[in-house]
């Protein structure tokens, strides 16, 4: 019989941020966790399995021919024990084994025996990191359904600056967490759209904006996490489809209007997380526009349809959840689009001085007719699954009122 209490393993590789992990052991232990750690060789480096094994309380497994650990818990126990899976730091290497199914230590082996979900935060110089072999390997992993935390931006130990740091073990352990939260939105139909629009000028040019879809994507991650099916309707981004996410790319608003309404007819719930384009260039020439010397250029702009606004004038409609990027008066401006556009819920931010737009990180202030929430900065992934359990609670309250 296994403890009531929730139980992790915790695989550590060869890599400087190996250190973090003896704090995520000691975070997930003051959640109830209990903690069972794996190494790899090459973590024995950086960390002992002694320091380890105070900290989980349990016997640390490096070797897939320890036989005294074996006889304890064989690899296949060990990994039929987890309920989650989480490798961090997770180097290249590592990655490169898992993505491509290799079972040739203890780690990669359990990986392959778990049922449990699991999730590998990876950990490396950046440039390294921004290898495309690399990014084919978590391409790989995402696409089978593993959630890759992080890595974040910054500093890092051999001196550069850029993408490939380990995420820090609270938001470790506040992913682990959240994952066992229950579905909140099991039986739903979710609608998300995401991303800029791109209105083209003519082959070459077009008229967009700064939205990099991370905090839709994000959105449209969470509710499928939470138990709903999810369609993503994205503009133009470079960003690989969540997983168990059914999606629809658009280039133009009218496209995306097209598709949202589309999409939305049997929908219980719309997330307009979509910077969408207010204007369109009046015509699209077929050829590139000529420079002409010397003349200033003049565009003429036709208005885009309003999306979430179309949505809302229908007689029957999913509760919508709008967002309000505002550079000031975020709170008043929010609360006014909120009544205008005949809205459920608005999640405002604010995007003065470089917020929101381009960030991993983002903070939201969240308005409802009779109530507000604050979720304060974090990253998008974490935050989105905070919004999803708030649009869950609101949507199933106006359900009761109307019923
Ligand atoms: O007015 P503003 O663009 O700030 O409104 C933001 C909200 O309205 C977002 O939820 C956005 O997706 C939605 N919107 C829309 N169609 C437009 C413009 C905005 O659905 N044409």
Redesign the pocket.
Same mark, same amino acid.
């Given at each position: 019989m296994h403890s009531a209490k929730r139980r992790i393993l915790v695989g550590v590789t060869g890599g400087i941020a190996a250190y973090k992990i003896c704090e995520l052991v000691r975070r997930l232990r003051d959640r109830d966790v209990e903690v069972r750690v794996v190494m790899t060789e090459g973590a024995t480096h950086f960390v002992t399995p002694t320091t380890f094994q105070a900290l989980s309380g349990q016997p640390v497994r490096v070797s897939l021919w320890d036989e005294a650990g074996e006889a304890a818990m064989g690899h296949i126990e060990l990994a039929r024990w987890a309920e989650r899976v989480i490798v961090a730091p997770a180097s290249a290497d590592t990655i490169a084994r898992l993505a491509h199914g290799f079972a040739n230590d203890l780690l990669s082996t359990v990986v392959l025996a778990t049922a449990a979900p699991v999730f590998v935060a990876p950990a490396m110089n950046q440039q390294m990191w921004a290898h495309p072999a690399v990014q084919a390997n978590v391409a790989t992993l995402r696409q089978r359904g593993v959630t890759i935390l992080g890595p974040a931006d910054g500093d890092q130990a051999c001196g550069d600056i850029g993408s490939g740091r380990l995420l820090e073990p609270n938001e470790l352990r506040d992913a682990l967490m959240a994952s066992f939260n229950n579905r909140t939105l099991a039986g739903t139909r979710v609608v998300v759209?995401a991303g800029p629009t791109y209105e083209d000028l003519d082959p070459v040019r077009f008229i967009g904006n700064r939205s990099s879809g991370r905090m839709g994507f994000a959105v449209a991650a969470a509710a499928r996490e939470a138990g709903a099916d999810v369609t993503l309707i994205a503009g133009p981004v470079s960003l690989p489809t969540p997983y168990g996410v059914h999606r629809v790319d658009v280039r133009s %608003?009218r496209q995306?209007?097209e598709a949202?309404l589309s999409q939305s007819q049997n929908a219980d719930i719309y997330?307009?997380?979509?910077?969408?384009?207010?204007y369109r260039p009046d015509s699209t020439a077929s050829e590139k526009l000529k420079k002409q010397e010397g003349q200033p250029l003049r565009l003429e702009l036709a208005e885009?349809?309003?999306?979430?606004?179309?949505?809302a004038a229908m007689p029957t409609h999913p509760f919508l959840?709008?967002?309000? %990027?505002?550079t000031q008066s975020v709170a008043d401006?929010a609360q006014a689009?909120l009544q205008r556009?005949g809205?459920d819920m608005?999640a405002a931010n604010d995007v003065s001085a470089g917020r929101g737009f381009e960030q991993t990180n983002n903070a939201l202030h969240v308005y409802w007719a009779d109530g507000d929430a604050v979720l304060p900065d974090m990253p998008k992934t974490e935050l989105a699954r905070q919004l999803v359990t708030l649009v869950a609670e609101r949507y199933r309250h106006a359900r009761k009122s109307n019923s």
């Open positions: 759209s %608003a995306m209007h949202v997330v307009g997380a979509a910077a969408v384009g207010d885009n349809p309003d999306i979430i606004g179309s949505l959840v709008g967002f309000a %990027a505002e401006y689009k556009k809205l608005i």
